[in-house]
């Protein structure tokens, strides 16, 4: 069995799953006429706290749906430095929804709100108008953002009729990280956006979630967007399972990050950022004295684990449904054999 650490989105379906997709009743879902998608989404903004959600194939789908339906072209949206939308997402928003991006410093300790209150643009003949700011939570780099500074970023973002997107693909990893329920981090935006697929495991779907009148609007922009499925109920029946079993799961996710964290540090040089440590997400630097990217790629790939290539000079090892504790050992002792045989 291979070990696939590239990732949570490779998680594969449970049984349960196939079976609920399998049995599912189904109706055209562009004429509202798939219950079991119906089902979905009334959970889903139960669950998140939210007047009514959509489905949508991904979450870069969501995200994008989310900036097409808040904003109009020649806006500004203002995100966080590291963030999906702007690095992951193949600048999509410039090529559908027209609008420019730009970014506010993402700390430590959240975002910079004093920054982001003087980005926010005034009546000016030459500025665009500030159309949206986008929140990530968790955060692409492995932080969650506390609910304190979401909240002020709202508050201010309220005070000047702006509204708040959050990107939640890992919406519920950040809950159980932050210790709050995950309707309090939806509650400091006017949209959110969550991953099925991820840890949750569905094959494929995310959610977009907001008032009725925006989800109405965001409805007719999905369409536009080519994402109006058919019989999506297939697909929704998993993602039931997902937001109704597979949510408590992702504490053994966290809890195995933090254990995989531990064992890297045994290896020499093996630099673990534990400052970002909060969700399921292992971070860590390897110089290429100790053992060169494409070594290591291939030499774990000769023992069945898949890794991918650092970015910015940082690995990221993700645990997730198909990684246990003795897989995790077998990496650290794979790994260890490797930088031994190495140089
Ligand atoms: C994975 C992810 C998305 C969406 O990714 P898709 O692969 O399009 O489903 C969006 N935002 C963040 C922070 C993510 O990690």
Redesign the pocket.
């Known amino acids: 069995m291979l070990i696939d650490l590239r990732s949570d ?1 490779v998680t594969q379906p449970t049984q349960t799953m196939r079976t609920a997709m399998a049995n599912a009743t189904v109706g055209d879902d562009v004429y509202g006429d798939d219950p079991t998608v119906n089902q979905l989404e009334k959970l889903a903004a139960e669950l998140l706290g939210k007047e009514a959600a959509l489905f949508v194939p ?6 994008q749906l989310a900036i097409m339906t808040h904003t109009t072209r020649g806006n500004e949206v203002l995100v966080g430095d590291d ?3 702007l690095m ?2 193949v600048g999509a928003a410039a090529v559908l929804s027209g609008v420019q991006i730009r970014t506010f410093p993402v700390l430590d300790d959240g975002v910079d709100v004093e920054k982001l209150a003087l980005m926010l643009r005034g009546e000016d003949i030459h500025f665009p108008d500030t159309g949206l700011i986008c929140m ?1 939570n ?3 780099s492995g932080k969650t953002v506390p609910l304190a500074n979401m909240e002020a970023v709202y508050t201010l973002a309220q005070s000047q009729n702006i509204p708040v997107h959050i ?1 939640g ?2 919406i519920f990893n950040a809950a159980l990280a932050l210790g709050v329920d995950v309707k309090e981090i939806a509650a400091q935006g006017d949209s959110v ?1 969550v ?1 099925l ?2 840890g949750l495991c569905a094959p494929v779907g ?1 959610l977009l979630l907001g008032t009725e009148i925006f989800i109405k609007k965001a409805r007719k922009n999905r369409k536009l967007m080519g994402g109006g499925l058919r019989q999506a109920g297939i697909l929704a029946a998993a993602g039931i399972i997902s937001l109704t079993e597979m949510i408590s799961r992702l504490e053994e996710d966290h809890r195995n990050a933090r254990y995989l964290a531990t064992r890297l540090e045994e290896i020499d040089s093996c630099s673990v950022l534990r400052n970002r440590l909060d969700i399921n997400m292992v971070f860590f630097t390897l110089p290429e004295s100790v053992i060169t990217e494409s070594a290591l790629i291939e030499g774990l790939l000769k023992k069945n684990i898949k890794i991918s290539g650092t970015e910015n000079g940082e690995y990221r090892f993700v645990t997730n449904h198909g990684v246990n504790s003795d897989d995790i050992d077998w990496v650290i002792e794979s790994m260890k054999t490797l930088v031994s045989h190495y140089s």
């Open positions: 989105t991904s979450g870069t789908f969501g995200n963030c999906h939308i992951h997402e990530e968790a955060q692409s990107d693909a890992r956006n991953c697929s991820k995310s």
